[in-house]
């Protein structure tokens, strides 16, 4: 195992072990769903930096995969959705997280007269060689841990989860972004790494990777301040500025003229005819706001039209899109 692997291990076995509770802090709310407590030692146990639970995409009892279990925080909302037998699977490679978030579904199942633990199968196992079958999963999801893999493993990560994923199924992340330079000495220190703050990734880079896999639907839906690398504390020339983002990666095929990437850009046609046609699939009524693509905004802006406005990326997007 690779140092800086070995050094995230012993990290989050110690959070395991003693709840860190200043170890992540989420820039989300914490889901409130009807009918829902949450234990307060997986409150305390929550090391992520964004949401991953969006009901959307949680419909039809999907199965879903969780890498990273945590206190099992997320895994209790997911199974919220799916009240089957092992219909959510937790999947960590720490064996004193696994055993924290077993007991930590016993004080749940005191809490939610609905739950039962068997709803969660706690499985051993890491996220560069998954414990599930091809095509097996709805919805995949992990919060804050690809972030501390190094390129290498990243991309063998996320491959892991493609290959999991069924046709259309989702790959739902939350993970720190820094579209400055991070120096090499921050991301060489293992520690920092496994903080989730030395791996963070340009916000084009970590979007690059995903498609590059296969994605070929890729939505922002969350971006937010995060964290400050600042120059008394880290040896560095000037404060680097991470954000936490929220996207989901779909196993939609890939288009011939490339991925579909959903950046929170919107078409707004204002013209007096009764409609707008591109002849490319997207129609435009007049004075109603579309969701597009990064690749319909530009050919839109291609065409120069004084009646057809593109919004700049909001770096939020909710579905309802042109695609």
């Known amino acids: 195992m690779s140092s800086y692997l070995e050094?995230?291990?012993n990290v989050?076995?110690?959070?395991?072990?003693?709840?860190?509770?200043?170890?992540?802090?989420?820039?989300?709310?914490?889901?409130?769903l009807p009918g829902l407590s949450i234990p307060k030692i997986m409150l305390e146990m929550n090391y992520g930096c964004g949401s991953t639970v969006h009901p959307r995409d949680l419909v039809n009892n999907p199965t879903i995969a969780y890498v990273g279990v945590g206190?099992?925080?997320?895994?209790?909302?997911?199974a919220y959705f799916n009240r089957n037998t092992s219909g959510v699977i937790g999947i960590d490679v720490v064996d004193e997280m696994l055993e924290a978030s077993a007991q930590n579904f016993l004080q749940a199942e005191k809490e939610?007269?609905?739950?039962?633990?068997?709803?969660?199968?706690?499985r051993k196992g890491d996220a560069l060689?998954?414990?599930?079958?091809d095509s097996s999963i709805d919805v995949a999801a992990q919060n804050c841990l690809f972030n501390i893999f190094k390129k290498e493993d990243l991309i063998q990560a996320l491959k892991e989860m493609f290959r999991v994923l069924k046709p259309h199924g989702r790959l739902v992340l939350s993970d720190p972004i820094c579209n400055q330079v991070m120096p090499e000495h921050l991301q060489d220190n293992d520690t920092l790494r496994a903080l989730c703050l030395s791996g963070?990734?340009?916000?084009?880079?970590?979007?690059?990777?995903?498609?590059?896999?296969?994605?070929?639907t890729i939505e922002i839906r969350a971006r937010r301040p995060y964290r400050i690398l600042d120059?008394?504390?880290?040896n560095i020339n000037e404060n680097l500025f991470i954000e936490s983002v929220e996207v989901c990666a779909i196993k939609?095929?890939?288009?011939?003229?490339g991925p579909c990437v959903f950046t929170g850009k919107t078409a707004i046609y204002f013209g007096s005819e009764e409609y707008f046609d591109d002849h490319k699939g997207h129609v435009l009524m007049p004075n109603q706001p579309l969701s597009v693509c990064d690749k319909t905004a530009g050919d839109l802006n291609a065409l120069q039209r004084p009646d057809v406005f593109i919004s700049d990326s909001t770096f939020f997007y909710d579905g309802g899109g042109c695609c």
């Open 200 to 216: 963070a990734l340009p916000l084009n880079e970590y979007i690059k990777m995903l498609t590059d896999v296969g994605f070929g």
């Open 252 to 257: 939609d095929p890939m288009p011939e003229d």
């Open 129 to 133: 060689h998954l414990p599930l079958e």
């Open 112 to 122: 939610n007269s609905w739950f039962k633990k068997e709803f969660v199968d706690l």
């Open 231 to 234: 120059t008394n504390t880290y």
């Open 12 to 32: 989050y076995k110690k959070a395991a072990e003693t709840p860190d509770v200043g170890l992540c802090c989420t820039t989300t709310p914490v889901w409130q």
């Open 71 to 78: 206190g099992g925080m997320e895994l209790l909302q997911f």
């Open 7 to 9: 050094t995230t291990k």
